[in-house]
């Protein structure tokens, strides 16, 4: 589970955008990528403490949910935190973890450098600090104050900032994770009996998730919850049995491997709702699949590092047969599919080329078409490309694996 994500990357005719692998605008000229795309940023707001001062005109804490969205003229969709506020936000598609490199980032934007302390949380209660920003877009490496095993669904930010100016504090456009893995829920009622550990006999949402576990070949952790009635104990055990059912089914019906999966038994903690009101406790009882990459897929194939002839080291990402990646020094990217075990087909996408397309890939429109070629031991491959819907003829274009 140490290695870098695998990201969800598809052919833009046949896929949807929001789970590719994707670079996003940095709110100061350049581009970052995120291997899950838009499932990589915060979902929902937790708290927000607004800071004193603050902004003389607000924005609402949703701002800084979802994918880097801010314009500069005239200033809109970003949070301003306010001298010393408080955010606090949450994934809920996806979770955050240790990985090689940056795992952790926080876009603020404009042109003062408005710092804050960041924290992370399993839970919502118990927080990590994982340092402090330095303004713009920061990545902060979390390896230092975690396990590699461990999972956090929770940032908080708070302003470090100074007192003056239109917008005291940071103004946040986006969290996002780029450290992260897939998160399905499976909710206990409508897969298990009250009090029970067996499956009903509809595991139709189960055999869905699976399929997609199994397409990407990955490791998954499975935790088991449920609400607060009845004693610890029993409640630890019941999670206990409803996570190694759920593995059984995923290795007895899917044929996923069982050194695949880890099941981790969480009892009543962490409850996600109210455990006063029936329905949040409905919401407690529940089964969890977190997705990570197989690291040992990691060591061959097309995935990794290519030294390209003329464009610098483009970065190349896999999920099942899906493609995407992107140029380290310049935010160009690729995406498409492999067409067999040699042979990848989809589209590049630019900053900027010669010639400009009628419609637009991540909001720009100088793209085209794209047919890369590797090599039998994957050390090399040759592509061809075009400008927009042409035929990828252009023959210029080569790469060895670093």
Wanted: proline residues 2%; glycine residues 10%; contains cysteine.
């Amino acid at each position: 589970m140490k290695s870098f994500i695998t990201i969800i990357a598809v052919l833009i005719t046949s896929f949807s955008y929001s789970q590719i692998g994707r670079t996003y605008p940095d709110g100061h000229g350049k581009r970052v990528f995120f291997p899950y795309g838009d499932i990589s940023f915060a979902d929902e707001i937790v708290s927000f403490r607004v800071g004193n001062p603050e902004p003389i005109e607000g924005f609402g804490s949703k701002e800084a949910l979802g994918v880097p969205d801010s314009e500069v003229k005239p200033y809109k969709n970003f949070t301003s935190l306010g001298y010393g506020g408080q955010l606090i936000v949450k994934f809920t598609d996806n979770v955050l973890y240790d990985i090689a490199g940056p795992d952790l980032l926080i876009l603020e934007i404009g042109s003062k450098i408005e710092p804050v302390d960041a924290y992370i949380s399993k839970d919502g209660k118990d927080w990590i600090s994982v340092g402090k920003t330095g303004g713009g877009f920061s990545a902060l490496d979390i390896a230092d104050y975690v396990d590699k095993t461990d999972v956090f669904r929770y940032v908080k930010i708070v302003d470090k900032g100074k007192k003056s100016g239109r917008w005291p504090g940071a103004d946040i456009d986006a969290i996002g994770a780029i450290g992260s893995s897939m998160n399905f829920q499976l909710n206990a009622a409508v897969s298990f009996d009250t009090g029970k550990s067996t499956l009903k006999e509809d595991k139709s949402e189960l055999r869905e998730i699976a399929k997609k576990i199994k397409e990407l070949n990955s490791l998954v952790l499975i935790e088991g919850y449920t609400d607060n009635i009845g004693s610890a104990q029993s409640n630890m055990q019941l999670s206990k049995n409803r996570a190694d059912a759920v593995k059984n089914f995923l290795v007895e019906s899917a044929g996923i491997a069982s050194k695949r999966i880890e099941t981790k038994a969480l009892g009543e903690s962490n409850p996600v709702a109210d455990n006063s009101t029936e329905e949040g406790r409905e919401k407690n009882r529940r089964v969890e699949l977190i997705v990570f990459q197989n690291t040992e897929m990691e060591q061959k194939g097309v995935v990794g590092t290519w030294k390209t002839a003329k464009n610098g080291n483009l970065r190349i990402y896999k999920y099942g047969d899906k493609i995407a990646g992107w140029y380290e020094d310049d935010g160009g990217e690729i995406l498409g599919k492999m067409t067999d075990d040699h042979t990848m087909v989809g589209q590049w996408v630019e900053n900027g080329s010669a010639k400009k397309c009628d419609s637009e890939i991540y909001g720009r429109k100088n793209w085209g078409s794209l047919v890369i070629e590797f090599n039998e031991n994957f050390t090399e491959f040759q592509g061809k490309w075009g400008y927009c819907n042409e035929e990828a003829n252009k023959a210029d274009w080569s790469a060895k694996k670093k």
